[in-house]
């Protein structure tokens, strides 16, 4: 099996679903020629041709409107927003439009075609504008998908799913893992499923929660805790929405505790919706509280970045916190 | 509501019909065009333009190259744009606002924001006036009314039309300038800008740098029209387009659309045709997406070389003193930078002040249990235990010269 990077399976997928249909669109700002500013997209163009992959004027309300029209009309458009921090023009589009295009006309209309591509994230010297995690405003809209990958082979199987799902589906892509992550991934097409759960690791102490870049530091953590005689069960959510809800509480019925982590603040971070969610089905099951380790209630700094990223560390500590409770 | 005329015989109009000219007045060579008059611009101030445009470009190849060394996490340069930039903000009022996007350093430079608060912002150091918070680049000083810069691109266009709207109300006679380029235009934070500065008479002018580039995507796959010009008969706005590489031309320009904005309460908007002579950021490789040669092109016609050559035509410059100016200019770059590597981060408290007026009661908490944690593992966080330890504080605030905060 050959060897990617992350953005070489996003790659990989993308030439897949364009070769196997034909309504398949890539666009974006910077997607064409250049391949996107992080490639991801690279050589598509010259694949299959500039009416197919092509660059955008820079006016991201204008990509997800037009990709909401292409997807109405039943073209399969995959349109990438250059960071998750630069969605928010979009932002009536996708919550007003994108989410609510099927129920209100109906199912006269649907925009299901549409996947929105978008790497996010911090870690990366990247400051405030460059390094948001923005899923949970994106959470709170029913009608949407939302999907993180954590690695190569995740991301290929994933982002194929997405394009063929028949809902849209947000992809948020780790942007600090695209180089840094790589993975034997299969040639061939292959899709992994949308809205399941996947537990990476067994355990019986602490059930481990995550999704996107931060299953890695996820691992790290674990790996300590295990060394000190902690069994950890991990956790890789991977649809934020919608979420794999049994999977958590079958997890969390046999360790008892649960521990979610992401980059995003704290409060009102999708770490609160689980939480929730598992007192009230696992409560005379719980032996400790269900502990959040997250970015904090601040905009994402710079030169204090590694002070604020819930890092593996914390991550360790608050395992401890949970099994000593 | 519209005031047109009845017709009765079916025709389309495509804008074709508007032929906006480019407004030239200073040649490759130096020289003024035939029939052009220089704008009046005593020598003083012609070399404090000049100073600022080499100030910056200087600044610009240094930083590139401490970004390619490793010493900077990221760089984006003024370069070929400087005439533009410093031109228009030459025929300001020094107290007008500017609202710039992230390419505009040089304007800030015109306005006397010195090498080590350059340097400071650059590197994210304690005496940043940022608090390091933003990627280099995004500067902002109050004194010199220079608004600090936002990443997200075109969101300073209605905000420039909003702050001038209350400069109008506050009847000082300022205007706000705002800085975008042709790509930002694309926005619709442009559109939107351009409309209320109409409808409610703005004293705004709104200065698109159109560099050919934004990233990768040409002005040809950013816009079908004639540029961005023709924009502002849908809003009926005045217009004009200049040649950016023109220092004249700009400077006459602005003074002019500074006149309309102050004492008619019109917005103006400049169309500045130029060319992005580096690559987009350190992060960019043009190569991927343009000619070696057509960039080429471009730098024969570095605004730069046309002033100086203009100057020392008049006989207001000397190859001496150019000399002199670039040593002296290369030497304190250098050692601000050396000077504002070595100062250490705004302390771990800055992580949760400023989010609101006063930091509250939850984020105090976090602040809390992040000390402990960073107490407990110093080793894994350097910079945020530094403030945590008073010997190590104390050492390196003795250095530190009193009030420089102050003066942003």
Same mark, same amino acid.
């Given at each position: 099996m050959p060897k990617m990077n992350m953005l070489q399976a996003i790659n990989n997928a993308l030439d897949i679903a364009m070769a196997e249909d034909e309504k398949v669109l890539c666009f974006g700002e910077d997607v064409g020629v250049f391949g996107g500013v992080f490639r991801a997209t690279s050589h598509l163009q010259e694949k299959y041709g500039r009416a197919r992959c092509f660059n955008t004027p820079l006016v991201e309300q204008g990509i997800i409107g037009f990709a909401n029209g292409l997807a109405a009309q039943g073209s399969v458009p995959v349109a990438e927003i250059q960071f998750a921090d630069y969605i928010f023009p979009a932002f009536d589009q996708i919550v007003n439009e994108t989410a609510k295009f099927r129920f209100r006309s109906g199912d006269l209309f649907n925009v299901g075609g549409l996947t929105i591509r978008t790497p996010y994230g911090g870690g990366i010297s990247g400051g405030l504008y460059h390094s948001q995690s923005p899923e949970a405003y994106f959470a709170h809209t029913p009608g949407l998908k939302i999907v993180v990958p954590r690695n190569p082979y995740q991301a290929k199987g994933l982002l194929l799913s997405a394009i063929r799902d028949p809902d849209p589906v947000i992809f948020f892509e780790p942007k600090r893992l695209y180089r840094a992550s790589t993975g034997e991934v299969p040639e061939d097409d292959y899709q992994l499923p949308i809205g399941e759960a996947e537990v990476?690791?067994?355990?019986?102490?602490?059930?481990?929660?995550?999704?996107?870049?931060? $299953?890695?530091?996820?691992?790290?953590?674990?790996? $300590?805790?295990?060394?000190?005689?902690?069994? /950890?069960?991990?956790?890789?959510?991977?649809?934020?929405?919608?979420?794999?809800?049994?999977?958590?509480?079958?997890?969390? %019925?046999?360790?008892?505790?649960?521990?979610?982590?992401?980059?995003?603040?704290?409060?009102?971070?999708?770490?609160?919706?689980?939480?929730?969610?598992?007192?009230?089905? /696992?409560?005379?099951?719980?032996?400790?509280?269900?502990?959040?380790?997250?970015? %904090?209630?601040?905009?994402?700094?710079?030169?204090?970045?590694?002070?604020? $990223?819930?890092?593996?560390?914390?991550?360790?500590?608050?395992?401890?916190? /949970?099994?000593?409770? | 509501m519209t005031t047109t005329q009845d017709t009765h015989s079916l025709a389309f109009m495509t804008g074709d019909e508007f032929?906006?000219?480019?407004?030239?007045?200073?040649?490759?060579?130096?020289?003024?065009?035939?029939?052009?008059?220089?704008?009046?611009?005593?020598?003083?101030?012609?070399? &404090?333009?000049? &100073?600022?445009?080499?100030?910056?470009?200087?600044?610009?190849? *240094?930083?590139?190259?401490?970004? &390619?060394?490793?010493?900077l996490s990221f760089y984006m340069q003024c370069t070929g744009e400087e005439a533009a930039v410093i031109g228009a903000a030459a025929a300001l009022d020094d107290a007008d606002m500017i609202m710039a996007q992230y390419r505009e350093q040089g304007a800030l430079a015109y306005r006397g924001f010195t090498y080590d608060e350059f340097m400071n912002q650059l590197f994210g150091n304690e005496l940043d006036y940022g608090k390091g918070r933003q990627m280099p680049i995004h500067y902002g000083s109050r004194k010199l009314h220079y608004m600090t810069i936002s990443s997200p691109l075109a969101t300073q266009i209605p905000q420039a039309a909003g702050y001038a709207y209350g400069q109008?109300?506050?009847?000082?006679?300022?205007?706000?300038?705002?800085?975008?380029?042709?790509?930002?235009?694309?926005?619709?934070?442009?559109?939107?800008?351009? #409309?209320?500065?109409?409808?409610?008479?703005?004293p705004v002018?709104?200065?698109?740098?159109? #560099?050919?580039?934004?990233? @990768?995507?040409?002005?040809?796959?950013?816009?079908?029209?004639?540029?961005?010009?023709?924009?502002?008969?849908?809003?009926?706005?005045?217009?004009? &387009?200049?040649?950016? #590489?023109?220092?004249?031309?700009?400077?006459?320009?602005?003074?002019?659309? *500074?006149?309309?904005?102050?004492?008619?309460n019109q917005p103006v908007l400049i169309e500045a045709m130029t060319y992005r002579l580096a690559a987009h950021s350190s992060s960019d490789d043009p190569s991927g997406y343009r000619s070696r040669k057509e960039e080429e092109a471009w730098r024969e016609k570095d605004p730069i070389l046309r002033m100086q050559r203009w100057l020392i035509d008049l006989g207001w410059w000397s190859e001496d003193e150019e000399k002199a100016l670039q040593e002296s200019l290369r030497r304190e770059v250098l050692e601000t930078l050396k000077r504002a590597e070595k100062r250490p981060p705004p302390p771990l408290d800055s992580l949760v002040s400023d989010v609101y007026?006063?930091?509250?009661?939850?984020?105090?908490?976090?602040?809390? *249990?992040?000390? @402990?944690?960073?107490?407990?593992?110093?080793?894994?966080?350097?910079k945020g235990a530094r403030s945590l330890d008073p010997d190590v504080s104390a050492t390196a605030d003795a250095d530190k010269p009193n009030g420089e905060q102050g003066g942003a």
């Amino acid at each position: 099996m050959p060897k990617m990077n992350m953005l070489q399976a996003i790659n990989n997928a993308l030439d897949i679903a364009m070769a196997e249909d034909e309504k398949v669109l890539c666009f974006g700002e910077d997607v064409g020629v250049f391949g996107g500013v992080f490639r991801a997209t690279s050589h598509l163009q010259e694949k299959y041709g500039r009416a197919r992959c092509f660059n955008t004027p820079l006016v991201e309300q204008g990509i997800i409107g037009f990709a909401n029209g292409l997807a109405a009309q039943g073209s399969v458009p995959v349109a990438e927003i250059q960071f998750a921090d630069y969605i928010f023009p979009a932002f009536d589009q996708i919550v007003n439009e994108t989410a609510k295009f099927r129920f209100r006309s109906g199912d006269l209309f649907n925009v299901g075609g549409l996947t929105i591509r978008t790497p996010y994230g911090g870690g990366i010297s990247g400051g405030l504008y460059h390094s948001q995690s923005p899923e949970a405003y994106f959470a709170h809209t029913p009608g949407l998908k939302i999907v993180v990958p954590r690695n190569p082979y995740q991301a290929k199987g994933l982002l194929l799913s997405a394009i063929r799902d028949p809902d849209p589906v947000i992809f948020f892509e780790p942007k600090r893992l695209y180089r840094a992550s790589t993975g034997e991934v299969p040639e061939d097409d292959y899709q992994l499923p949308i809205g399941e759960a996947e537990v990476t690791k067994e355990g019986s102490d602490i059930t481990v929660l995550g999704w996107g870049a931060q $299953m890695e530091l996820i691992e790290k953590a674990v790996e $300590m805790a295990e060394k000190v005689g902690i069994s /950890c069960e991990v956790i890789d959510l991977r649809s934020i929405l919608p979420w794999d809800e049994d999977s958590v509480v079958e997890s969390v %019925l046999k360790t008892g505790r649960l521990l979610i982590s992401h980059e995003a603040p704290r409060t009102g971070g999708f770490a609160g919706e689980i939480a929730a969610t598992i007192q009230e089905r /696992c409560f005379l099951y719980l032996e400790s509280p269900i502990e959040r380790v997250t970015g %904090l209630d601040t905009p994402f700094p710079l030169t204090l970045e590694k002070e604020y $990223m819930p890092d593996h560390l914390k991550i360790y500590e608050a395992i401890r916190a /949970c099994v000593e409770f | 509501m519209t005031t047109t005329q009845d017709t009765h015989s079916l025709a389309f109009m495509t804008g074709d019909e508007f032929h906006i000219p480019t407004f030239r007045l200073l040649q490759q060579d130096g020289t003024l065009f035939e029939g052009a008059e220089a704008p009046d611009l005593d020598q003083q101030k012609a070399l &404090r333009i000049y &100073r600022a445009m080499l100030f910056t470009r200087v600044l610009d190849e *240094r930083m590139l190259a401490a970004q &390619r060394q490793g010493r900077l996490s990221f760089y984006m340069q003024c370069t070929g744009e400087e005439a533009a930039v410093i031109g228009a903000a030459a025929a300001l009022d020094d107290a007008d606002m500017i609202m710039a996007q992230y390419r505009e350093q040089g304007a800030l430079a015109y306005r006397g924001f010195t090498y080590d608060e350059f340097m400071n912002q650059l590197f994210g150091n304690e005496l940043d006036y940022g608090k390091g918070r933003q990627m280099p680049i995004h500067y902002g000083s109050r004194k010199l009314h220079y608004m600090t810069i936002s990443s997200p691109l075109a969101t300073q266009i209605p905000q420039a039309a909003g702050y001038a709207y209350g400069q109008k109300l506050a009847g000082e006679g300022h205007c706000t300038i705002t800085f975008f380029g042709e790509g930002a235009a694309s926005e619709g934070d442009f559109h939107a800008a351009l #409309n209320m500065a109409s409808v409610h008479k703005a004293p705004v002018i709104f200065f698109c740098r159109n #560099n050919g580039y934004a990233i @990768s995507t040409p002005a040809s796959e950013q816009f079908a029209a004639d540029g961005i010009a023709p924009r502002a008969f849908g809003y009926r706005m005045h217009v004009i &387009r200049v040649d950016g #590489n023109d220092v004249l031309a700009v400077y006459q320009a602005t003074q002019q659309a *500074r006149v309309i904005a102050v004492e008619q309460n019109q917005p103006v908007l400049i169309e500045a045709m130029t060319y992005r002579l580096a690559a987009h950021s350190s992060s960019d490789d043009p190569s991927g997406y343009r000619s070696r040669k057509e960039e080429e092109a471009w730098r024969e016609k570095d605004p730069i070389l046309r002033m100086q050559r203009w100057l020392i035509d008049l006989g207001w410059w000397s190859e001496d003193e150019e000399k002199a100016l670039q040593e002296s200019l290369r030497r304190e770059v250098l050692e601000t930078l050396k000077r504002a590597e070595k100062r250490p981060p705004p302390p771990l408290d800055s992580l949760v002040s400023d989010v609101y007026a006063d930091v509250t009661p939850a984020l105090q908490r976090q602040l809390d *249990r992040l000390k @402990s944690h960073i107490r407990r593992h110093p080793e894994a966080y350097p910079k945020g235990a530094r403030s945590l330890d008073p010997d190590v504080s104390a050492t390196a605030d003795a250095d530190k010269p009193n009030g420089e905060q102050g003066g942003a």
